[in-house]
């Protein structure tokens, strides 16, 4: 009797875990909003063809889905990012790899006031640039900041040619 009894609670823990596991596997589909780009000013290249972005967002920067660990990211195989930035790499004959993009984000961060830039920590790969920052006053602070900067390709290209070379890896 005590074998039939612990037989029947083996099955209905069983039966109980497969029935939590099935809830956990039915994986529900992100809705995807639309979100109008902000009006170019006469300086900057109108944004308008890279499509829907993400809200607060400035391209080529967007938040951190897979892990979640990063405030922003830069991801070097999205194809708006290679169209876009890419031909600059190439002109002052840089590899187009998350490394060599730390290192030109560091530069325009010294640009910046002392506060954002030592509140801001870079990590990267061969294909992407992760970014944290330190400080949550500075949250917006950094978009901000280098939105001015992505979305002027001749602002771009100034920090691309003046970058200091010796600090820049070729790979």
């Known amino acids: 009797m005590k074998k039939i009894a612990s037989i ?20 529900t589909k992100p809705v995807k909003s ?6 170019a000013k006469s300086d900057s290249v109108s944004l308008a063809s890279l499509g829907a972005w993400e809200a ?5 920067l967007s938040s951190d889905k897979e892990y979640r660990l990063y405030d922003f990211v830069i991801n070097l195989n999205d194809i708006r990012v290679i169209k876009r930035y890419k031909p600059y790499f190439d002109k002052y004959h840089y590899a187009f790899s998350g490394y060599v993009w730390e290192a030109i984000v560091r530069d325009m961060l010294a640009d910046a006031d002392k506060d954002l830039g030592t509140s801001i920590a870079l990590r990267s790969d061969n294909n992407t640039l992760m970014i944290n920052v330190l400080k949550y006053q500075n949250l917006n602070k950094f978009p901000e900041y280098m939105c001015g900067i992505f979305s002027n390709l001749n602002k771009f290209s100034s920090y691309l040619q003046k970058a200091d070379r010796s600090t820049i890896p070729n790979y």
């Open 8 to 27: 029947l609670v083996l099955c209905l823990l069983s039966a109980g875990v497969k029935a939590q596991t099935a809830k956990k596997s039915q994986i």
């Open 34 to 39: 639309v979100v109008k780009m902000p009006a």
């Open 56 to 60: 607060g967002q400035c391209f080529p």
